[in-house]
């Protein structure tokens, strides 16, 4: 982990709130991996403001990506920093995905949470895997970054609520067609999953139904980053782990939801 003032090098609006964030940041960049986050002091906050976390979307280069919303004040705030301007960076933090894979490695996200399996898709086609995405947002300027899979060769499965893209309905329904083809070959996978709880439950409950490997990411309110402070607590089957540190990726069978 480094604490790294990192230059601005490009900073879109890529539609319906949503932005997209590079950085020049060659030690966090060389160190992440995927799964893992950073934590951004945010300059037009004040002083005393808390960093905000997000996960690294890719790490290549001495380049650094983050996708991510304007829902309140932190990431606001964060849309008005301009290219050149520093920004003090700290990361990477937490625990990333394994990037090894028994079997069909199936991505699955939803919203923003596509955000750490598009560096997790690259990793694994560097590695010789093929990696499929299932992706699912309220409407199709929800499902984000899909340009970037398919330039890597990834095919993507999107879902919507409304059906202005893809299967009308929850992201589970093409991955539910999937495990069946899949299950119907003989055909082992691992799903690698990132989004709303709601879904995360649902996918994990996929992995350990099928006794199949599940990785999630817990998404909590990481305060310090860094384990201190204990508010990103996350319920499992060893008792309460911290997201920042023993996590945000952690296995299926060993989560536990209320």
């Known amino acids: 982990m480094t604490n790294e ?30 799964g893992q986050f950073v934590h951004v002091r945010v300059p037009a906050l004040e002083e005393s403001a808390l960093r905000r976390p ?66 997790l898709a690259r990793v694994m086609k560097s590695k010789g895997l093929s990696p499929k995405l299932f992706v699912g947002g309220r409407t199709k300027a929800d499902l984000l970054a899909l340009d970037r899979f398919e330039a890597l060769g990834v095919p993507v499965f999107p879902a919507t609520n409304d059906g202005s893209a893809g299967t009308q309905g929850l992201v589970t329904d093409p991955l539910d067609d999937e495990l069946i083809r899949l299950r119907g070959i003989g055909r082992p996978f691992e799903l690698f999953a990132c989004g709303p709880d709601p879904m995360l439950k649902a996918v994990a409950w996929r992995a350990t139904g099928s006794k199949s490997k599940g990785w999630i990411s817990m998404d909590r309110h990481m305060v310090c980053g860094v384990g201190a402070c204990y508010a990103c607590i996350q319920k499992t089957v060893r008792g309460n782990s911290r997201c920042c540190i023993e996590g945000p990726i952690f296995a299926a069978e060993d989560l536990v939801w209320d």
């Open 54 to 119: 997000f996960s690294i979307f890719n790490a290549e280069d001495g380049r650094l990506e983050l996708l991510y919303k304007t829902v309140g004040r932190g990431t606001a705030a964060l849309a008005t920093v301009n290219v050149g301007d520093e920004v003090s960076v700290m990361g990477p933090l937490g625990h990333g995905f394994p990037v090894a894979c028994a079997g069909e490695p199936l991505l699955v996200g939803g919203g923003f949470g596509v955000a750490p399996l598009y560096f």
């Open 5 to 34: 003032k990192c230059k601005v090098l490009e900073h879109v609006d890529i539609g319906a709130g949503y932005r997209r964030i590079v950085f020049d940041a060659p030690q966090i960049a060389s160190a992440a991996e995927p």
